[in-house]
């Protein structure tokens, strides 16, 4: 997920759960402290939620249709809006088509995938980029990078396919705990009966060729069987709908699976890799 602006802006449903809430929670005569005893949060963080300085989490949303929904799924239905709303401007247009997505094919260049990417090795890089984030937004944009896992277990499933270059598993990011964790957690992924994991060697092609030198893409494929492609650069993004073009990626796609190692190998080689970080 490319990076953006430097500060933490709440949308329009976040503006929506906060007004909501802080008039259901006078309404019931409780303090912010109350509520957040019935929420399981501190009463800072219902301050923080309802002046718009912390935007509610996904896990707060949820409890506060237990305790203040009454039945109606208001902050149920807005779970999904104000994650979207978490996320860069450009990347949000991308994350609808990721949860509504059949199929995912990605090639990863540099850094893993954000959907593979384990709680802290998402912290670690966003929260060493450049320009730097505040704090608050580290938390909110791993908050919102965790959350888009759900994909994994969705039904209807979701086929996920991922090629990834064997120098992202060697690149170190934060420590080597964490990325012990990481490769951990991507063989875990790998044994998923939809997911296709596979791992583009040093020396990919033949006679030195290699398919993927022009940078990572994803191409998915809509609920309608369309087929769309997802490319982004230096905090930038495009979504990419005429076929044509569209055919021409998954045709350089396929050449990198070609000449990546198979899943098996792959998996061996993840393996030998969280083996190494001790």
Same mark, same amino acid.
């Given at each position: 997920m ?6 933490v ?7 929506m &759960? ?13 303090t ?6 019935e ?8 301050? @923080?939620?309802?002046?718009?300085a912390q ?13 203040l929904?009454?039945g ?9 809006p ?29 850094? $893993? ?6 709680e802290?090795?998402?912290?670690a ?11 608050q ?19 209807? &499933?979701?086929?996920?396919?991922? &090629?990834v ?8 990011i934060?420590s ?6 990481q ?12 997911v296709?994991?596979q ?11 290699h398919?993927?030198?022009?940078g990572?893409?994803?191409? @998915?494929e ?5 087929? $769309?492609?997802?490319?982004? &650069? ?9 076929? @044509? ?16 190692l ?11 890799l969280a083996?190494?970080?001790?």
């Amino acid at each position: 997920m490319a990076r953006a602006e430097n500060k933490v802006t709440a949308g329009p449903t976040a503006q929506m &759960v906060a007004n909501l809430a802080r008039k259901l929670r006078v309404r019931k005569g409780w303090t912010q402290e109350q509520l957040g005893t019935e929420l399981g949060f501190s009463g800072a963080a219902v301050s @923080a939620m309802e002046t718009l300085a912390q935007p509610a989490s996904d896990d707060m949303l949820v409890q506060l249709e237990r305790v203040l929904g009454d039945g109606m799924d208001i902050f149920e239905d807005a779970r999904v809006p104000v994650r979207l709303e978490k996320f860069p401007v450009q990347f949000q247009d991308y994350s609808l088509l990721e949860q509504q997505a059949l199929a995912l094919r990605l090639y990863a260049t540099f850094i $893993l995938h954000g959907l593979f990417q384990t709680e802290a090795y998402a912290r670690a890089l966003i929260g060493g980029g450049y320009p730097p984030f505040p704090e608050q937004r580290v938390e909110e944009l791993v908050e919102a990078r965790m959350a888009r896992k759900v994909l994994f277990d969705r039904n209807p &499933v979701a086929l996920i396919e991922m &090629v990834v270059e064997e120098s992202v598993l060697r690149r170190a990011i934060g420590s080597e705990e964490i990325m012990r964790g990481q490769m951990l957690h991507l063989a875990q992924c790998a044994r998923r009966r939809n997911v296709t994991l596979q791992v583009l060697p040093m020396n990919c092609g033949l006679s030195g060729e290699h398919a993927g030198d022009r940078g990572g893409m994803t191409l @998915a494929e809509t609920p309608e069987h369309d087929h $769309l492609a997802f490319l982004e &650069v230096q905090g930038e993004s495009l979504i990419i709908a005429d076929s @044509a073009k569209v055919s021409t990626y998954a045709h350089c796609y396929a050449k990198i699976r070609a000449q990546a190692l198979d899943p098996r190998e792959s998996l061996g080689l993840i393996e030998e890799l969280a083996g190494e970080q001790r």
